[in-house]
């Protein structure tokens, strides 16, 4: 039986949001992925699913690296692929995986880059506009609570009023695979976020209602882009030499609980991630910096 493989793609997609309960964000970059490729076979007239062979593979990962997308980029590529056409084996669309044998390029182990506890104090204090503006109070409890709870981006905007325990001082967050987890933050962080919650909000809604923690003048949740932005601005203006993104802070925040002497299954609790190697990547981070100490201080380093 040949089946148009082009139409496989809304299936897969539905799959990958429904069944498997991936991220929007994660299903798009499938997506994205699945039409590079699809674009790739509709050039060689490659339109039913079984005509793909491992050599249409090897050829389109081939292009992409001539093209010089990165070893990541090809890698996720790849994993991509293997996803779909597994999908399809499963749904007896295809008899044959065409990704079988495809290896990944080899990665080399990129390490998280954090700021140092004076570098967050410096972005945490700079303003740039009157601390009293409702956006600037708004911003500033934003900042506060990323670098406290150690929250994804996306987990930061989309944060409802219903998940603000302050008797608690914990957070209820939605992470990725639409699992729930508590995250506790601290005062500091408390004390700026009741004074956005006093003096901010209601000017920034004028008298509209929203369930979301951290709104705009639309009385809509803030988008990841305009929160890059403002975290972008805010590094130029501390005067910070470095390029950070929302994700630098939860670094930071992972970095320096393990630094204190935090233990890496309750670090891993806080970051949301299900499986422990994943947190272990800062403990590396961690024997970085103990080395650089080391060679910089020690007689014989």
């Not at 992925?33 to 081939?62: H, M, N, P, Q, W």
């Not at 084996?89 to 990944?104: F, M, R």
Request: glycine share 6%.
């Amino acid at each position: 039986m040949s089946v148009d493989l082009f139409s496989q793609q809304e299936p897969f997609l539905h799959y990958l949001a429904a069944e498997k309960r991936l991220a929007a964000n994660t299903v798009q970059s499938y997506q994205y992925d699945l039409a590079d490729f699809f674009g790739f076979v509709a050039i060689r007239k490659i339109k039913t699913a079984e005509r793909v062979s491992r050599t249409e593979i090897r050829e389109y990962l081939a292009r992409c690296k001539k093209n010089g997308q990165a070893s990541r980029s090809v890698t996720r590529k790849i994993s991509t692929l293997r996803v779909f056409f597994r999908f399809l084996l499963a749904e007896k669309i295809i008899s044959e995986d065409p990704t079988t044998l495809i290896e990944s390029p080899r990665l080399g182990r990129t390490l998280p880059k954090s700021l140092t506890v004076k570098e967050v104090s410096w972005l945490l204090s700079f303003t740039g506009v009157k601390t009293e503006a409702p956006l600037a109070l708004r911003n500033s409890a934003m900042l506060h609570l990323l670098y406290a709870t150690g929250l994804r981006v996306t987990e930061l905007v989309t944060l409802r009023m219903a998940g603000l325990n302050f008797s608690g001082g914990h957070l209820r967050v939605l992470g990725k695979g639409s699992k729930e987890r508590l995250v506790p933050f601290g005062e500091e962080a408390k004390e700026r976020i009741e004074t956005y919650l006093e003096s901010a909000r209601p000017r920034i809604l004028k008298g509209r209602t929203s369930n979301f923690l951290f709104v705009t003048y639309r009385g809509r949740p803030m988008t990841r882009l305009r929160f890059w932005q403002i975290i972008r601005n805010r590094v130029t203006g501390a005067g910070i030499d470095k390029r950070i993104t929302p994700h630098t802070l939860r670094h930071s925040f992972a970095t320096h609980l393990l630094e204190n002497g935090a233990d890496l299954r309750s670090v891993q609790m806080m970051l949301g991630h299900s499986d422990v190697a994943t947190t272990q990547i800062y403990t590396h981070v961690n024997s970085s910096r103990l080395k650089n100490i080391h060679q910089r201080f020690h007689p014989r380093g």
